[in-house]
């Protein structure tokens, strides 16, 4: 039987390129030199595209494909896939939801702990002989029993909440509405208000054009100078600009970023600032978790062309 045809977006692990080289023709899109011309030469031919969860699938792209059926998301957010070109064409889309969430949040709570406790910089203190010319390494901020407040209350925003109960913080959260599942932490409507209220703010929600820069100059500066941005969902969820103006004039206290608008190449002023900690979106890159996310990534495309219901459909 032919094999689907497939169009792969960015790179996997060995571990899921093998078995999608023996089910699929895999046509490696981030490999192509020209890769307007490799679209025009492989799309007419591809029925699913695979992709990840920051590169998504652009309208131009499934535009390309005329015979495309499915767009496979490697990760939870799916906002880099235009739903709109696919609800047009009945193009089903899926991701991988669940299977991450626990990591995202760990790595979550650890960016604020490692900025709130200036782990980074402890680490250099010891290892540049500071420690022992400049004695004491300077105190830093404590975390336990503080407040937070959990913008976007979905699975990683639960997540990052049950970790917390176990730091004694006072937990709040800002939904659409509140959530049943998080009785027993306080339910605020709007971002400006759960930020003036607390001293972490965790933002977890799902990006949308609906979200872009929910985190904008007035919620950043509710954080204010002793308060901590921490964002493990999309960086167009956080107005940059506005957040480095706060962060540079002292308005805001720190911010601990594992997504960047333009990422790899995020905005060089970051890397400037001390009171920022700045990671690679690694948030689900653990080996465990992301066999899970492969695995699943796959299952979908298996099942779709097997003409099975998909384990995790968005559309
Ligand atoms: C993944 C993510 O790192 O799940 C998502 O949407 O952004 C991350 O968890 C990414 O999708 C993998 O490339």
């Not at 001293?199 to 949308?208: H, K, M, N």
Request: one cysteine or more; proline letters at 5%.
């Amino acid at each position: 039987m032919t094999k689907p045809e497939v169009l792969q977006i960015g790179p996997y692990p060995d571990w899921d390129q093998g078995p999608l080289d023996a089910s699929f023709v895999m046509h490696r899109y981030f490999e192509a030199d020209d890769r307007a011309g490799f679209l025009s030469q492989v799309g007419p031919r591809v029925r699913a595209i695979a992709t990840r969860g920051e590169l998504g699938a652009d309208a131009a792209m499934i535009d390309a494909c005329p015979g495309l059926e499915i767009v496979s998301v490697y990760g939870v957010g799916y906002d880099a896939v235009d739903l709109a070109a696919c609800r047009a064409r009945s193009i089903r889309v899926t991701n991988t939801p669940d299977v991450l969430t626990a990591d995202v949040a760990d790595l979550g709570v650890a960016m604020m702990l490692v900025q709130a406790r200036g782990m980074i910089a402890a680490e250099t203190w010891v290892r540049d002989g500071s420690w022992a010319t400049k004695g004491l390494y300077p105190l830093q901020t404590r975390v336990w029993g503080k407040r937070a407040g959990i913008l976007g209350l979905g699975r990683i925003g639960y997540e990052v909440g049950k970790r917390l109960t176990g730091f004694d913080m006072d937990i709040a959260y800002c939904d659409v509405a509140p959530r049943e599942h998080a009785a027993g932490w306080r339910f605020v409507a709007d971002p400006v208000s759960l930020a003036r209220e607390v001293e972490f703010l965790f933002v977890t929600l799902a990006a949308s054009s609906e979200t872009r820069h929910i985190v904008g100059s007035e919620v950043v500066e509710a954080v204010g100078p002793d308060g901590m941005i921490i964002n493990i969902s999309r960086a167009g969820n956080i107005d940059e600009d506005a957040l480095l103006d706060a962060l540079e004039s002292g308005a805001l206290g720190a911010a601990a970023l594992d997504v960047f608008e333009g990422e790899p190449a995020l905005d060089p002023r970051f890397l400037t600032l001390p009171n920022v900690l700045v990671q690679p979106h690694h948030a689900s890159a653990t080996i465990e978790t992301r066999k899970a996310m492969g695995q699943l990534m796959r299952d979908n495309l298996t099942a779709h062309f097997a003409g099975q219901d998909l384990p995790t459909p968005v559309l």
